[in-house]
Antibody, heavy 124, light 113 residues
C-alpha cells in the first residue's frame, strides 16, 4: 500500500532554515509528481509546491517567494522541501502527497495519498 | 490566482439526511479540449490528513462510499452527501488543479444536528 512518511520538522527561529523529507513506498515513485501542502494551526489547507516525476518542472505557491525549494531523489524514493528565511506565519503541519495521475497521463493533477505530516514551528 | 469560495462555512445536518456543500471558483476550471473540470473534493477529520473523495468534479475515488457525489461545471460545483452518517463529520475542502498555484476553498465544517 502507498505510504508517505514525512520527517524533518521542528522548532526554528525566524530567519532560520529547515529541510523536510518524505519517504515514499508502495508505488513506483518515479512515475508520479509530488506535492507539499501545509496547514497552519486551526486553519485550512494551503498548497505549497509541486514537482514533476522526473524533477524537470517545479511550481510554487505565491507566498513562497523564492524561499522554498522542492526536489526529489528518485533513487531514494524521497521528496524534499528546503525552506530558508522562515517566518512565524510558516508555522504549520507540512504534508507531502502523491499526485493522483502518473506523469505520462497528465502534466499535474490533484493529491491522492497523503502522509501524516510533520510539524514546523517558527518562533523565537 | 484562482480563488475558491465555499458555502456555507459550516452546517449541521440530521443523520440520514442530505448535506450539500457549494464551491465557486473565480474563473472557469473547465478545460475545454478534454471537457474535464479540474476540481477535487477532500474530507479531513480531526488529527488526520485530508482524504481525496472526488476528482474531475464528479469522479468518485476508489473506496469512497457512493453516498458522496460531486456535480457542477465551469465555476460552480457541489458536493452532496446523501444519507448522512456519523462518520461523515469532518471539514470538507474543494480544490482546483487547473492552474498553478493550485488553490483550496476555505473549508466547510459538517456536524450532526
Amino acid at each position: 500500500q502507498v505510504q508517505l512518511v514525512e520527517s524533518g520538522g521542528g522548532v526554528v527561529q525566524p530567519g532560520g532554515s529547515l529541510r523536510l523529507s518524505c519517504e515514499a513506498s508502495g508505488f513506483t515513485f518515479n512515475t508520479h509528481g509530488m506535492h507539499w501542502v501545509r496547514q497552519a494551526p486551526g486553519k485550512g489547507l494551503q498548497w505549497v509546491a509541486f514537482i514533476r516525476n522526473d524533477g524537470s518542472s517545479t511550481f510554487y505557491g505565491d507566498f513562497v517567494k523564492g524561499r522554498f525549494t522542492i526536489s526529489r531523489a528518485n533513487s531514494k524514493n524521497t521528496l524534499y522541501l528546503q525552506m530558508v528565511s522562515l517566518r512565524p506565519d510558516d508555522t504549520a503541519v507540512y504534508y507531502c502527497a502523491r499526485d493522483r495521475f502518473d506523469s505520462d497521463t497528465y502534466f499535474y493533477g490533484t493529491p491522492d495519498y497523503w502522509g501524516q505530516g510533520t510539524r514546523v514551528t517558527v518562533s523565537s | 490566482d484562482i480563488v475558491m469560495t465555499q458555502s456555507p462555512d459550516s452546517l449541521a445536518v440530521s443523520l440520514g439526511e442530505r448535506a450539500t456543500i457549494n464551491c465557486k471558483s473565480s474563473q472557469s476550471v473547465l478545460y475545454t479540449s478534454n471537457n474535464k473540470n479540474y476540481l477535487a473534493w477532500f474530507q479531513q477529520k480531526p488529527g488526520q490528513p485530508p482524504k481525496l473523495l472526488i476528482y474531475w468534479a464528479s469522479t468518485r475515488e476508489s473506496g469512497v462510499p457512493d453516498r458522496f457525489s460531486g456535480s457542477g461545471s465551469g465555476t460552480d460545483f457541489t458536493l452532496t452527501i446523501s444519507n448522512l452518517q456519523a462518520e461523515d463529520v469532518a471539514v470538507y475542502y474543494c480544490q482546483q488543479y487547473d492552474l498553478v498555484p493550485f488553490t483550496f476553498g476555505q473549508g466547510t465544517k459538517l456536524e450532526i444536528k
